[in-house]
């Protein structure tokens, strides 16, 4: 059911929104894109709308006869008192603002009852572009051995120990230790500061790679606002980090572009996999 | 009980070997401290020993008459290719090796096992010098306010949630959000990246302080080795990431220059506050 009318796309910085708007197209549905000014939105958006400017933003989305919308990308949390509120944005602040002293999620479900609350039904990607979520299999020509499923597990318990916290879509783990984990700095900049510790803790290039970058949604997480994604990027930082390999959690995250990331990870020597309980189980044993 | 002879000391990198040398001597016994090559002791030591050569180690100790022994101080995670063993370190290799893919807590316990093994009774830095131990009590001018006590319940349910992997003793958790976890890179390291984050998320300064650098021991922690450490430089680097404060698990950490620390977080307008399980459900409810 498509609501009888063209997909609202909010878009934030990133490739997600162009992405989505390609799925949505390429499925035989048209698209109104509207992107957040200032968060860098790399699609070609239809209409741009201040953070604050949320009225202009609902009567954009209305008139262009939109009745579902997809809001994919980062939006970095918002300094209130740049915000330039419209009438519609001030009605809800006192809604949203004390969300922002939360972690992500209590945001996201706010931002999501605000939508709903006008009427519009909000969509998680996968709804709009299935191909675009992991599953469980390996893409690549390297697959995880042994010590790399045991790594993925040890990062699969500890992103899923800090899920109740509302923190944490991430971490590294090489050869059973936790070089990083993710709390609001984001996965590039996690994989960045990999380069500062001693080389033998972790993977040193392509000769000798080790360790996992693991992406997992939260248990609590807004997944349609929220769900994490990589990129070729990802894999090229994964690389230069001396990793072995990304796995993500089947149906929790997201692959962008995901040829680019299958011939980059391939012609690093790269895994990139797709996983569920029963693999960590058969590959690590019950208490892994 | 002394055990008949002076204190061995093992001393890794940091203040820590000095001063637990200094408070031994204080309580009236007598020091032997064996320095740890290439680790930077900041200590005077009778004798220098490479990481590997583990027979001359035990033989030092036991020929200036130690029956115990405190392992103190930073030790970088050896390269094994670099370790230029002597015999008793090849034949406790097999042993320790493994445990160098684990966690922190695995190879510790190995450690502390081929001491005893060895007739050494290994004594923790609280038995050598209490007064170091963090107690529940708050040193500062300043104390947490409501919100900077909601942030200490966040930071200690994260840093208790990790507990089980053997990773994490410290996390910075401002106005509800985790800014950053610590994972392998040192509480150092972590505070640095706090000037990456943008300004609104955290603290600003002295005008603005918020946020809580929080340091707990992990559970499983061989605490004899490994209790975490704040001293005077880890004040100012908490000031400069802009934190309004510290918070240690009362009996879970230590401070060194005591005086210094509370001087540093006075000037700077932090609290450095201890804090126990009753604390946490006093301020916090009990759901925090």
Redesign the interface.
């Known amino acids: 059911m498509t609501g009888g009318g063209p997909l609202g796309i909010v878009a934030g910085g990133g490739a997600l929104p162009a992405r989505l708007a390609a799925a949505a197209r390429a499925a035989g549905r048209s698209v109104f894109v509207v992107a957040l000014a200032g968060e860098g939105a790399e699609v070609d958006a239809d209409a741009t709308v201040g953070l604050g400017q949320v009225g202009r933003l609902f009567s954009l989305l209305r008139t262009a006869g939109c009745h579902e919308v997809a809001i994919a990308g980062y939006v970095?949390?918002p300094?209130l008192g740049d915000l330039k509120l419209d009438w519609t944005g001030i009605r809800l602040l006192p809604r949203l603002a004390p969300k922002l002293?939360?972690?992500d999620d209590a945001l996201m479900r706010a931002i999501v009852g605000a939508f709903e609350d006008e009427g519009f039904r909000v969509v998680g990607p996968e709804e709009v572009a299935a191909p675009l979520l992991a599953t469980e299999c390996c893409l690549t020509v390297s697959s995880p051995d042994g010590a790399d499923w045991a790594d993925i597990a040890?990062a699969d318990?500890?992103v899923g120990?800090?899920a109740?916290?509302d923190?944490?879509q991430g971490?590294?783990v090489a050869?059973?230790?936790?070089?990083?984990?993710?709390?609001?700095?984001g996965t590039d900049?996690m994989l960045a500061?990999l380069a500062?510790?001693?080389a033998?803790?972790r993977g040193t290039g392509k000769a000798a790679r080790a360790g996992v970058l693991l992406k997992a949604a939260k248990h609590a997480q807004e997944r349609r606002l929220d769900l994490p994604a990589i990129g070729p990027e990802t894999v090229r930082r994964a690389a230069a980090a001396g990793l072995a390999g990304i796995a993500l959690r089947a149906g929790d995250a997201l692959i962008l572009d995901r040829h680019d990331v299958i011939a980059a990870a391939d012609a690093e020597g790269l895994f990139v996999v797709g996983y569920t309980a029963h693999d960590l189980s058969r590959h690590c044993g019950a208490g892994a």
């Open positions: 970095s949390r300094d002293r939360g972690g040890r318990a500890i120990a800090l109740p916290f923190v944490g971490a590294v050869r059973g230790i936790a070089l990083a984990i993710e709390a609001v700095e900049a500061r500062d510790l001693p033998h803790v």
